[in-house]
């Protein structure tokens, strides 16, 4: 049969249209890794005290501020929770008595905020996207914002040379000690006075991390040596990727963590600060790294066994 000439696309006219089929899909892409791929902005300068650091023999440099304030606390504990999601730490009566195994199972902190209003309170930490482990490390150290390009190195961490948490204290004379998630090691290799570090990417192994904090928590704490103390348990995250939040495993990780709250509180003097915090939440499956509300509201409870609330002001 005869063909008619339109009946054929114009090898010109094709030409053109894969040309800006191609054009466009471009420009998609740099929209997106623009948009999207953001590249964080270092910034190389460090914060210094305006007149200059105290001496090391001099006693203010122990009882005041940089800027001259008498310190409140003489000592800071972090106890970082990885993956603890704010309704983990929220009881609900309601729910007894059969709530699901991540909740209602941490009841020492119902206790103090009962009892002690003026000692404790709890928070909903907002995590900023990506809601992975060393992204999320990064900001709440350097106070920055995360991005998603750098999810590639939450597997292999690299040193932060910029302003950070730990590097201020370590050039105001503070001691640092360190126990749990090993990350910390590639993040902050030359600024922990004292490290007690596991390895962490075994999302098999439930206990060997947090059973290591535990070991070392209260006789660490006990010496008095360090101005700064941070343990890192990573159970209730491994019990997360392994099992989902659902599973009975999560309810034992909790109870075992409920009980080593309750014994390093009843440690503490009068002269310490405590932050329990998630550095992200997780999903119904267990998972985390974007911008799902179960994977950024973390919990966060703050305690002294000195009075820092008012008891009405909730």
Avoid at 127 to 143: F, N
């Amino acid at each position: 049969p005869l063909c008619r000439a339109d009946d054929h696309m114009n090898p010109r006219r094709g030409f053109f249209l894969l040309a800006f089929i191609f054009f466009s899909r471009m420009v998609g892409f740099l929209i997106f890794s623009k948009g999207f791929l953001l590249k964080r902005v270092v910034i190389p300068d460090y914060s210094v005290c305006p007149n200059g650091p105290a001496a090391a023999s001099d006693d203010t440099h122990f009882t005041h501020t940089c800027n001259g304030d008498a310190r409140r606390f003489k000592r800071v504990v972090w106890l970082l929770i990885d993956a603890l999601r704010y309704d983990f730490i929220v009881y609900d009566a309601a729910l007894d008595p059969s709530p699901p195994p991540y909740r209602n199972k941490m009841p020492f902190i119902r206790d103090l905020l009962r009892e002690h209003p003026q000692h404790a309170r709890i928070f909903k930490l907002i995590a900023d996207p990506p809601t992975t482990t060393m992204q999320r490390l990064k900001a709440l150290t350097t106070g920055s914002l995360p991005t998603f390009i750098d999810i590639s190195s939450n597997f292999n961490s690299h040193e932060i040379l910029e302003d950070n948490l730990l590097h201020q204290a370590k050039a105001s004379g503070r001691n640092v000690t360190f126990m749990g998630d090993d990350t910390w090691l590639g993040l902050y290799p030359r600024l922990l006075t004292k490290a007690f570090d596991y390895p962490s990417l075994n999302v098999k192994d439930l206990h060997t991390v947090d059973n290591g904090v535990v070991a070392n928590l209260l006789p660490e704490l006990r010496k008095y040596d360090a101005d700064f103390v941070v343990g890192h348990f990573l159970g209730v995250d491994h019990v997360g990727h392994t099992y989902g939040p659902f599973h009975p495993t999560m309810a034992e990780k909790l109870l075992q963590l409920n009980d080593v709250l309750r014994s390093t509180f009843a440690s503490l003097d009068e002269d310490t600060i405590v932050f329990v915090l998630g550095d992200h939440g997780m999903t119904e499956t267990g998972d985390h790294g974007g911008e799902g509300q179960l994977e950024t509201d973390a919990g966060l409870l703050v305690y002294s066994k000195r009075s820092i609330f008012d008891p009405w002001q909730v």
